[in-house]
């Protein structure tokens, strides 16, 4: 049996702040959310925490009204939220959306010896969802905690969570995560689709 892996997208307040609802949902979402990272931690699984850095010549990047680049390396506004960091935490720098794409993620789960990612933060339609698929490309059993994931958009929210555990991902929410973990010693794999 490999090791579990928690990987949170972009707890950076340059992301969580960008809008009022999305600091609502953040500020809704965070007491449960470190909760379940501290529970996790107490069981020894690690926590990555994806720090999205945009490059200053990247044309696809998201600019504030005023045309400044956000999510800029060593800024505050880019660095992970302390409420949400740890000591044994790694945090692992992306410039795209999704962790696995030019970044060492793959090879730090490797070598650690993980079969199985945890996959939160936000958003859960972009960040979240192209983590996930791109962790299931790789082979990975993929869990999505599904009140650990935040959207501005609650439908875009929703659509994506039906999208994940209907190709790639068991969806379930914390308590189920825990649960079955603590029942079974592990998350067990989906069960692909039987074809017709």
């Not at 939160?120 to 990975?140: K, M, S």
Request: aromatic fraction near 6%; include cysteine; glycine fraction near 8%.
């Amino acid at each position: 049996m490999g090791k579990i892996a928690v990987l949170t997208n972009d707890l950076q307040s340059d992301v969580t702040t960008l809008t009022a609802e999305r600091t609502a949902v953040m500020a809704a979402a965070q007491p449960g959310f470190t909760g379940f990272l501290d529970e996790m931690r107490k069981r020894g699984h690690v926590v990555y925490h994806l720090q999205l850095i945009n490059l200053p010549d990247d044309p696809n990047a998201n600019r504030r009204a005023d045309g400044t680049l956000p999510l800029q390396r060593g800024t505050e506004g880019a660095a992970i939220l302390p409420a949400f960091l740890a000591e044994g935490d790694v945090v692992v720098e992306k410039t795209k959306d999704s962790g696995f794409y030019e970044t060492e993620m793959h090879d730090l789960l490797q070598a650690a010896g993980v079969d199985t990612v945890l996959v939160t933060g936000l958003q859960t339609q972009i960040c979240v969802q192209t983590t996930a698929a791109d962790a299931f490309f790789r082979g990975y059993n993929v869990w999505v905690a599904s009140d650990c994931v935040v959207s501005d958009n609650a439908a875009d929210r929703d659509r994506s969570l039906t999208w994940l555990s209907g190709y790639c991902a068991t969806v379930a929410d914390s308590q189920e995560v825990l649960d079955t973990l603590d029942t079974k010693g592990e998350l067990p794999r989906r069960i692909p689709k039987t074809l017709p």
